[in-house]
């Protein structure tokens, strides 16, 4: 939680991960993409603060105590979401699998979220797997990363007739949110990677279902604005707009934040530190002082208190029924919660 | 004879189809020179190792095309550099080989349609420069509407507008409308107005975003000072990246 001019947040890093990039868990023969690959990470953390940098090799595999104490300790985070990412083809043991995430998520009972991941190229195999996961870990929600090599496969979309078969096995097995990353390949290569157009189809047929589409689709927020405000069960993910913008490039950053409040709104909008790119210290605390800088904004939506505290936890939390302290909700929201509450004791025993 | 500027000059027409930017004042062109004989050698190089290879080859094949048809130029290699395609992208591009043989079972398609998608983004984005000033000035929205291209104050924004409406087969002249959509031709009535300047403004912050982010990363990569760097391939800098 954090704390800051008497106003109490809630903080729920909904997109952080636990991986292992270091050398002796690249695939040999594929050693060019796992290096490009987590060099490219490498670079996207280049974007913060100087004083968050990292050495690559801290970067490619930093500890639990450095997880624990950056996100936990320093980090002002009260609950954290593992997103899988695996890429199998290069890192012999994935690079951030379900299985690694809930060494820690075990053994920190309460600080984490384990989310699953699925991949419609596995067939009957992968629908197993997928609810082995769910049953074992107790998984509400999958991120699935469309860009995945598989055999000779550089990605999928949700349109694909295959996916319509694991989001119907979601929704059998009470996942509720699918994380969606997009790009920068897929099948087939002449398409745009980074189009959100299969998400909207699937958010459309499946309304029961949340998509939190990570990174808001950049870097086509426009496509994914349009999209989202006509489908009401997607998010914008805001993992790397803050980390990417928010110091680097602020005017660029209160641009996209100003668009994206009026696209999709502030109830749409989660905060995900995406850890180890970036620590969330320096991003919620620059969250909580930030607003529009200056007159050239003044036709967006305006920005509050309330509007931060839903970003930085409330509106992941009422995704993932996490219960959040009275006092860290908001004043209408935790009257109404006591008088939801009320209403249920006294219909409790009829 | 031909020198390094004519290939330079060639370059600066070659755009990232992403960012609707050239490949020269984005700092993409590494290298560039023309030996004795005509031999112009070109190397690029982008942001990530992992950038879409769509665009990376269309850069690549523009680069070739354009630098190919410089007076004097009697061969032409183009080499995209720290690229996981680069060996395909390269060799494709040598032997004039289309999209869909480099990426031979991976591709549909040639690249025609993703580069319209990004023409008319591109149009998108160029309407909100064009308009911005205007309603600024005091223009009421209502007003862009009936307004046509000549009645416009000239500025390099507009001719760069028009020149990407031309290369759509869009209405491009004076008594062409201002605001028109950019997959139909069709200009834009009173009730649609509102919500086609606020697309246009998105487009525009989407790809400035990620042109700023695009500098940023590269600037990592390289190491080349952050912010916005200046065009790197000027001639009288050509001699610090490896002019013989």
């Known amino acids: 939680m954090y704390e800051k001019n008497g106003e109490k947040y809630y903080v729920v890093d909904s997109h952080m991960h636990y991986w292992n990039a270091a050398r002796d868990n690249w695939v040999p023969g594929a050693e060019q993409y796992a290096?490009?690959?987590?060099?490219?990470?490498?670079?996207?953390?280049?974007?913060?603060?100087?004083?968050?940098?990292?050495?690559?090799?801290?970067?490619?595999?930093?500890?639990?105590?450095?997880?624990?104490?950056?996100?936990?300790?320093?980090?002002?985070?009260?609950?954290?979401?593992?997103?899988?990412?695996?890429l199998k083809e290069w890192y012999a043991e994935g690079f951030?699998?379900?299985?690694?995430?809930?060494?820690?998520a075990e053994k920190y009972p309460g600080k984490f979220i384990l989310n699953t991941r699925w991949d419609p190229r596995e067939g009957d195999a992968g629908l197993k797997r997928l609810e082995e996961n769910v049953k074992r870990y107790g998984c509400k929600g999958v991120k699935l990363y469309t860009a995945e090599w598989r055999n000779g496969s550089r990605g999928w979309t949700l349109k694909d007739p295959e996916a319509s078969r694991y989001l119907e096995k979601c929704q059998e097995l009470g996942i509720r949110n699918i994380h969606v990353h997009k790009g920068p390949?897929?099948?087939?290569?002449?398409?745009?990677?980074?189009?959100v157009s299969d998400v909207d189809q699937a958010a459309t047929s499946f309304p029961a279902l949340n998509f939190i589409v990570e990174h808001v689709g950049l870097p086509r927020i426009e496509d994914f604005c349009f999209m989202a405000t006509q489908e009401p069960n997607v998010y914008a993910g805001l993992s790397v707009v803050i980390g990417g913008l928010m110091?680097?490039?602020?005017?660029?950053?209160?641009?996209?934040?100003?668009?994206?409040?009026?696209?999709?709104?502030?109830?749409?909008?989660?905060?995900?530190?995406?850890?180890?790119?970036?620590?969330?210290?320096?991003?919620?605390?620059?969250?909580?002082?930030?607003?529009?800088?200056?007159?050239?904004?003044s036709d967006y939506p305006r920005v509050t208190t309330a509007t931060k505290k839903k970003i930085l936890g409330l509106n992941a939390a009422k995704l993932y029924d996490i219960e959040v302290p009275i006092d860290y909700q908001l004043q209408d929201q935790a009257g109404r919660q006591e008088a939801a509450v009320g209403v249920s004791e006294v219909e409790a025993p009829a | 004879m031909t020198d390094a500027s004519h290939v330079l000059a060639?370059?600066?027409?070659?755009?990232?189809?992403?960012?609707?930017?050239?490949?020269?004042?984005?700092?993409?062109?590494a290298f560039c020179a023309v030996s004795q004989d005509g031999v112009a050698e070109v190397r690029l190089r982008l942001p990530t190792y992992f950038c879409a290879p769509n665009f990376a080859f269309l850069m690549v094949a523009d680069a070739y095309d354009a630098v190919s048809a410089v007076d004097g130029v009697a061969r032409t290699d183009v080499v995209l550099e720290d690229h996981f395609a680069s060996d395909q992208i390269n060799d494709?591009?040598?032997?004039?080989a289309g999209f869909t043989q480099v990426f031979h079972g991976e591709a549909v398609e040639e690249l025609g349609q993703l580069r319209a998608a990004f023409l008319r983004k591109a149009v998108l984005a160029g309407t909100d420069r064009v308009c911005r000033p205007l309603l600024t000035a005091g223009a009421a929205a209502e007003d862009l509407a009936g307004m046509v291209l000549g009645e416009v104050p000239a500025s390099a924004d507009l001719d760069r507008l028009r020149s990407r409406r031309t290369e759509l087969g869009l209405p491009a002249e004076d008594d062409a409308p201002l605001l028109l959509?950019?997959?139909?031709?069709?200009?834009?009535?009173?009730?649609?107005?509102?919500?086609?300047?606020?697309?246009?403004?998105?487009?525009?912050?989407?790809?400035?975003?990620?042109?700023?982010?695009?500098?940023?990363?590269?600037?990592?990569r390289y190491r080349s000072s952050l912010g916005d760097p200046e065009p790197i391939a000027r001639p009288d800098r050509v001699g610090a990246l490896g002019l013989p």
């Open chain 1, 247 to 297: 110091h680097a490039r602020p005017r660029f950053f209160a641009k996209v934040m100003g668009e994206l409040l009026f696209w999709v709104g502030e109830d749409k909008m989660t905060f995900g530190s995406d850890y180890a790119i970036w620590e969330p210290k320096w991003q919620i605390e620059g969250l909580v002082d930030w607003n529009y800088p200056g007159d050239e904004f």
């Open chain 2, 10 to 29: 060639a370059l600066d027409t070659v755009r990232d189809p992403e960012l609707d930017e050239p490949i020269t004042t984005l700092g993409f062109v």
């Open chain 2, 92 to 96: 494709g591009v040598a032997a004039r």
């Open chain 2, 181 to 220: 959509d950019p997959a139909t031709g069709a200009a834009i009535g009173a009730e649609a107005l509102p919500l086609h300047l606020r697309r246009a403004r998105i487009t525009r912050i989407s790809l400035e975003a990620n042109a700023v982010s695009c500098r940023d990363l590269f600037a990592q």
């Open chain 1, 185 to 195: 390949t897929i099948w087939p290569l002449d398409k745009d990677a980074f189009d």
């Open chain 1, 96 to 104: 951030n699998t379900t299985e690694r995430n809930a060494i820690l």
């Open chain 1, 35 to 86: 290096k490009g690959w987590i060099e490219c990470f490498h670079a996207y953390q280049g974007l913060g603060p100087a004083e968050t940098h990292w050495p690559i090799e801290k970067f490619q595999k930093y500890s639990e105590g450095d997880l624990m104490k950056d996100v936990f300790e320093d980090g002002y985070v009260d609950k954290a979401i593992f997103q899988p990412t695996y």
